[in-house]
C-alpha cells in the first residue's frame, strides 16, 4: 500500500483525483478507515492513531494521517508556506489554524513522523505545479527515486513572524 501524506493543503485529494483519473485504485483514507474515528472536537474528527496502524488495502490512499497505517511506501507533500496559507485561507481555515498548519509544514512533521514508523521508506514531494507533482508520484509508485530527501522550509516560516 502507497500512502500519500501531508499537511492540510498540501494536494493529497489533487493528486488522488489525477491518479484516478490515470486507473489507479485509490481511496481516501476516511473511506479505510472510519471507524478509527472516535468523535469530533472543535468541528474536527478524532482519529484513533492506534487503530489506523491495523490499516491496509490494496492501492493508494491519501490523508493527512495516512502515514500511520501499514504502509509499503509513503510519500509526503509538502508545500511552500505562501502556497499552503492561500489553501487554507481558501478553506476559512481560521487565522490560529492557519498558523499551526504553516508550523507544522515549516518543521516538517509529518515527514518526521513517517520516517520514524517506515524508516527508509518515505518520499518528500514539493507540490507548486500538480502535473510535476503527480508526475513525481508516479516516478516514486514505479521505484525510480529514491526514499529520505527532504525539503527544508523551516526558513520560510520567519516571514509570518
Known amino acids: 500500500m502507497i500512502c500519500i501524506t501531508g499537511t492540510p493543503g498540501t494536494g493529497k485529494s489533487s493528486v488522488i483525483n489525477a491518479l484516478k483519473?490515470?486507473?489507479?485504485?485509490?481511496?481516501e483514507m476516511i473511506d479505510v478507515a472510519s471507524d478509527c474515528i472516535t468523535g469530533e472536537e472543535n468541528y474536527e474528527k478524532v482519529t484513533d492513531t492506534e487503530c489506523l496502524k491495523n490499516k491496509k488495502v490494496d492501492g493508494i490512499v491519501a490523508g493527512h494521517l495516512s502515514h500511520y497505517m501499514k504502509c509499503d511506501k509513503v510519500i509526503v507533500l509538502?508545500?511552500?508556506l505562501n502556497d499552503l496559507e492561500k489553501r487554507l485561507s481558501?478553506?476559512?481555515?481560521?487565522?490560529?489554524?492557519?498558523?499551526d498548519n504553516l508550523e507544522a509544514e515549516a518543521i516538517d512533521l509529518i515527514g518526521?513522523?513517517?520516517?520514524k514508523l517506515h524508516p527508509g521508506n518515505v518520499y518528500e514531494v514539493l507540490n507548486s505545479d500538480i502535473d510535476e507533482t503527480v508526475?513525481?508520484?508516479?516516478?516514486?509508485?514505479?521505484?525510480?527515486?529514491?526514499s529520505g530527501g527532504r525539503i527544508d522550509l523551516v526558513e520560510e516560516?520567519?516571514?509570518w513572524y
Open 157 to 159: 516560516i520567519m516571514l
Open 90 to 99: 481558501s478553506r476559512e481555515y481560521d487565522k490560529r489554524k492557519i498558523m
Open 112 to 115: 518526521y513522523e513517517s520516517e
Open 78 to 80: 509538502r508545500s511552500h
Open 21 to 27: 483519473s490515470r486507473g489507479y485504485t485509490c481511496y
Open 135 to 146: 508526475n513525481n508520484v508516479l516516478h516514486i509508485i514505479a521505484g525510480n527515486a529514491e
